[in-house]
């Protein structure tokens, strides 16, 4: 299984991103995923995470600004960010709860990152 993340780029305080992942391999179903980000010289947070019902959930920090939305016919993950601020700047990692293709047992996955700068 592998997770491709995409969107991320330089945008100024107050704009817009939206990310994406998309898991392919030999997938049964995915259970979670969610949005994790690391600054430089901190630790990896969760910023969103979406059960396979569509349950969201989200820290204080983000909540508000951020929307975490998935389509479980193409296997991706889409986070989208506004009003961003310059402490939002960080690698943003998603992360999935597969259940493979043949079994019962479920794994996670993470995808390679991708970066986010918010800065005039």
């Known amino acids: 299984v592998q997770l491709q993340a995409s969107g991320g780029g330089l945008v100024q305080p107050g704009g817009s991103l939206r990310l994406s992942c998309v898991a392919s391999g030999s997938i049964s179903r995915i259970n979670y995923m969610g949005w994790y980000r690391q600054a430089p010289g901190r630790q990896r947070e969760l910023v969103a995470a979406?059960?396979?019902?569509?349950?969201?959930s989200y820290p204080d920090s983000v909540k508000g600004r951020f929307t975490i939305s998935r389509d479980n016919t193409k296997n991706t993950v889409h986070l989208q960010m506004n009003s961003l601020k310059s402490e939002d700047t960080a690698v943003y990692y998603c992360?999935?709860?597969?259940?493979?293709?043949?079994?019962?047992?479920?794994?996670?996955?993470w995808g390679q990152g991708t970066l986010v700068t918010v800065s005039s």
């Open positions: 992360n999935a709860d597969v259940q493979m293709a043949g079994g019962t047992a479920s794994y996670g996955f």
């Open positions: 979406i059960t396979s019902f569509g349950t969201t």
